[in-house]
């Protein structure tokens, strides 16, 4: 007798596993190449550790780690993890600002085989808790207070929501982060009593290190599988690319969970390099300043504003900046008239990166012409880095034409964790990327970002789903309709503004604004700017795609700005 096999799977069933997996053909080249060196993150902190240890690795706050340090701190804590009943391959969100402890954290997972899922500081609940399911997280580790925001009453209520995520510890060590951990454990007392006995690392090179936050481009953030191999591969060329060898200063400035300041090559690319890492807890100029000053700091990743920021004050900061050698800036268009200011202001040789945390990394090189440098977002990373420029028929276009950037290499991802429709829209049969980016390539195969084709707003770097913001528009009860479009900014690079059709009375739009904040997601989400409206223009076709709405309000926006301006 036969029986038609029966989903089986119980209620309770363990989530899935993060995988990342290149076709067998394409992972024997890029082992052969030498880009794949079955290295792990553990295993690399201990050479490190064994090889210098006495050499400063982490400043922080009060703190100052050496190499030796930073292992045994690690190992406390993949000790601590384990002995608390986490098993290798939990998910582990970390939700921690700029302070030593998120190196140690980071590293003591990955000794642990732990998989972090990184959040930024300023995520709140709505995002944590869909990062949380997404992944199966089973702790949450966070700073008691950051900012003014309570971390530990989030971890309450994250518990309340999921009691899956059974475990959460808290870092308080810092003096910037003081608060009362709740009934929570603290990182500290981990450090103290874990016994430091743990092997070096228990992964291998093809294992998921971590889960990455997509920028969101439809609908909610995607969780991004990472492995050792890829990953470690892309520290080793950022540092070399970047000029990073044991004397190199990093300065974290942007919030270290961005994949950007995280390892382009950020502060895992320094550590791997024997650097020191300096980090910066917030992202005002004078405190930058200041460390840059007295630790000597080499070379920063900045986004487009903050580097307009530092180009203001720096001058009359009277700090000495004399020792900055690489100014990075990425993660949004940076315009020529700015870039051509920070060598004259700033002493030091820009770099523009242009990356996603999917994969794909392009650098411009320093050595280039200052040409490339101004007006260019730099080249890949590896020669084994496929680009393809399609049109809208994908098609590829003509040298030198505009189109649809799609990547596939031995660092860029083939799946997303967990998520088969975005995979489907998101990924070629062949195993390319779809990057949503609109590029043109110059003679030189140097690329230059024109904009992007999907419906996010690029705000100061932070990408975030229009979809997104209008699901939490519409959930108010006097909204009928929204559209979130992006409007460009001259600080900010661009700027998000919500075209809403109210339903029954007008709400006013400080209102519409606190609601979106009362759902608890990231400040950076609530829209800059709100515009009322009677009705959503309609075209000949009566049913309009979202897309066109959007394009359709964003012009009609611009139309009035420059009446506005005309009529000044
Ligand atoms: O995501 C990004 O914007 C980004 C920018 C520069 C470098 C990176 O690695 C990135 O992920």
Excluded at 199 to 205: E, F, L, M
Excluded at 446 to 452: C, N, P, S
Aim: net charge neutral; hydrophobic share 40%; charged share 25%.
């Amino acid at each position: 007798m036969t029986t038609a096999p029966t989903s089986t799977a119980p209620a309770s069933a363990e989530p899935p596993r993060p995988v990342q997996v290149w076709p067998d053909a394409f992972a024997a080249r890029y082992r052969a190449a030498g880009y794949w060196r079955n290295e792990t993150f553990g295993a690399w902190l201990r050479e490190r550790a064994t090889a210098h240890p006495d050499r400063l690795a982490v400043v922080g706050g009060s703190q100052r780690w050496t190499y030796a340090e930073l292992d045994r701190r690690a190992s406390a804590l993949a000790a601590g993890f384990l002995g608390a009943g986490l098993r290798q391959g939990d998910r582990v969100l970390v939700h921690l600002p700029n302070i030593p402890d998120f190196i140690a954290v980071v590293m003591g997972l990955f000794r642990a085989g732990l998989i972090p899922v990184y959040a930024l500081p300023a995520h709140r609940i709505t995002e944590i808790e869909h990062f949380a399911r997404g992944s199966g997280a089973r702790a949450y580790i966070a700073a008691a207070t950051h900012a003014g925001f309570d971390y530990a009453a989030l971890a309450l209520e994250l518990q309340g929501r999921l009691p899956r995520v059974a475990h959460v510890w808290i870092a308080a060590r810092d003096a910037t982060v003081q608060s009362p951990a709740g009934p929570f454990p603290c990182l500290d007392d981990l450090y103290a009593t874990a016994s430091a006995d743990v092997p070096a690392s228990v992964s291998q090179g093809r294992d998921v290190a971590f889960l990455q936050i997509s920028g969101g481009s439809t609908g909610l953030s995607k969780l991004i599988p990472r492995t050792h191999d890829d990953y470690i591969y892309t520290l080793r060329e950022s540092a070399r690319i970047c000029g990073l060898d044991e004397h190199a200063v990093f300065l974290g400035a942007l919030p270290i969970a961005h994949n950007f300041p995280m390892s382009s090559p950020g502060f895992l690319g320094t550590l791997y390099a024997g650097g020191r890492v300096v980090l910066c807890p917030s992202p005002d100029p004078e405190s930058a300043f200041e460390l840059v000053e007295r630790e000597r700091v080499t070379v920063t990743s900045l986004v487009p504003p903050l580097l307009l920021q530092w180009l203001d004050r720096a001058p009359a900061s009277g700090r000495d900046l004399g020792s900055l050698r690489v100014i990075q800036v990425g993660g949004a268009k940076l315009s020529a008239e700015i870039a051509r200011r920070v060598r004259p202001v700033l002493g030091a040789t820009l770099q523009q990166v242009f990356g996603m945390a999917e994969g794909l990394v392009n650098y411009t090189r320093l050595d280039d012409p200052d040409a490339l440098i101004i007006h260019t977002q730099g080249r890949p990373i590896s020669p084994d880095d496929e680009i393809l420029i399609l049109d809208d028929e994908g098609r590829p276009v003509e040298p030198g034409q505009a189109g649809h950037l799609l990547t596939r290499g031995p660092y860029t991802i083939r799946a997303y964790h967990d998520n088969p429709s975005a995979n489907a829209r998101s990924f070629t049969e062949d195993g390319y990327y779809r990057t949503g980016d609109v590029v043109r390539m110059t003679p030189e195969g140097y690329l230059e970002v024109q904009g992007r084709a999907g419906d996010h707003i690029n705000r100061a770097g932070e990408k975030i789903s229009a979809e997104e913001i209008e699901d939490h528009l519409l959930s108010h009860p006097q909204v009928f309709d929204a559209a979130v479009v992006s409007v460009p900014d001259e600080y900010l690079g661009e700027r998000s503004c919500a075209f809403v059709i109210p339903k029954g009375e007008r709400p006013r739009p400080a209102d519409l604004k606190r609601w979106i904040r009362a759902r608890g997601i990231a400040d950076f989400k609530v829209p800059d700017q709100v515009v009322f409206v009677e009705r959503f223009a309609s075209t000949a076709a009566l049913k309009i795609s979202r897309k066109a709405l959007r394009a359709q309000l964003r012009a009609q926006l611009l139309e009035q700005e420059q009446r506005d301006r005309a009529a000044q």
